[in-house]
């Protein structure tokens, strides 16, 4: 039973990953798609961004926002990505405390 | 033949390049992993699965928040078909993604390289691949992105199978601080960009928005899709041609 509930799951997450990889050999985009593709990744990253911090503690959303806000500033003052992670889990880790 | 040896010798030392800095910008990615891997490994235990399917399901499903559902669901004794629908749904956004990352690299990297990096593309995978989208005029571009997609994957796997083996190895409270790293990656990925250009925050903020009302009526699958898909349409107005 589970092996049959992960062939199905490995099935419907590799399928949506893969297609694209042919697609875009197949079809030439028009020029507004592209700049449309382009701006996914942005969109992306904002999406997964917000809501879900707040939920970084359960019923409690002010932990997910002020890690975010450090996250911000450190990203900001233009430190390198791992140190904003480690600067964000500090804080969290602080304020938890 | 001097020649020969000399760029071979150029190529080699660019490959270790791409390598060490594929492995420096999915360092982050590793971290938030971790925490992550091993609590689904306690969890799938807990609903009945062995180690090997706990490690199987991550290696071959490979799917953070579809995993857990999963397991979720197992508990709860949903049906398979229920189970396998439910991902699909929540899983759908990685389209759109790999959608974006492929038309980015068609022209440097052939479909089997393609194809491959697809199969391991993630959310953070993903992310930092496409803020770091000017390695795939690189020569050794496959290379460089190869490298963050197996980074996080290994982390994964392995992270998984720990958690099953060893249970609770990291302190719940130390672990618990961890949940934010990802959103710290990914604010950490975004910040850059929007310094760049400015322009970049009403894509972000459009798509936050979409979401967060989406989510209201809809699975957080949906949401997602939705708040990326409109967030991004606002490219095509804000962007002007250079890319």
Not at chain 2, 38 to 66: D, R
Not at chain 2, 104 to 111: A, E, L, S
Not at chain 2, 227 to 233: A, D, E, S, V, Y
Request: hydrophobic share 55%; no cysteine.
């Amino acid at each position: 039973m589970i092996f049959i509930i992960i062939i199905g799951m490995s099935l419907v997450t590799m399928l949506p990953r893969i297609i694209p990889a042919f697609l875009v050999e197949k079809i030439i985009f028009k020029d507004w798609i592209n700049k449309w593709l382009s701006a996914i990744p942005y969109a992306a990253l904002g999406a997964m961004i917000f809501p879900g911090v707040l939920y970084v503690k359960e019923n409690d959303p002010s932990v997910g926002i002020i890690g975010g806000l450090v996250a911000i500033i450190l990203a900001f003052l233009g430190l390198n990505v791992m140190f904003v992670v480690v600067g964000a889990i500090l804080t969290v880790l602080l304020i938890t405390m | 033949m001097n020649e020969i040896t000399e760029d071979l010798k150029k190529d080699s030392t660019r490959t270790y390049e791409m390598i060490k800095l594929g492995v420096q910008v999915s360092i982050p990615i590793a971290l938030g992993y971790i925490p992550v891997a091993l609590t689904f490994g306690i969890l799938a235990k807990q609903a009945g699965m062995s180690i090997l399917e706990l490690t199987m399901m991550s290696a071959f499903v490979y799917a953070g928040a579809s995993q857990f559902m999963g397991a979720n669901m197992i508990i709860h004794s949903a049906s398979a078909i229920e189970i396998i629908v439910a991902t699909f749904v929540l899983n759908f956004r990685h389209f759109i993604m790999s959608l974006s990352f492929m038309n980015q690299v068609q022209t440097n990297i052939g479909t089997k390289g393609r194809v491959s990096l697809g199969l391991g593309l993630t959310d953070e995978s993903f992310a930092v691949s496409a803020l770091h989208i000017d390695k795939a005029d690189n020569k050794k571009g496959y290379i460089f992105f190869m490298t963050v997609i197996l980074t996080a994957y290994l982390t994964w796997v392995l992270g998984s199978f720990l958690g099953g083996v060893l249970g609770d190895i990291i302190p719940e409270h130390l672990s618990n601080s961890m949940g934010i790293a990802l959103y710290a990656l990914f604010i950490g990925l975004l910040v850059p960009s929007i310094k760049k250009d400015i322009k970049v925050i009403i894509i972000v903020i459009l798509a936050m928005a979409v979401n967060y009302i989406a989510s209201q009526y809809m699975s957080e699958g949906w949401a997602i899709v939705l708040g990326t898909l409109i967030g991004g349409l606002s490219g095509v107005v804000l962007f002007k041609e250079e890319k």
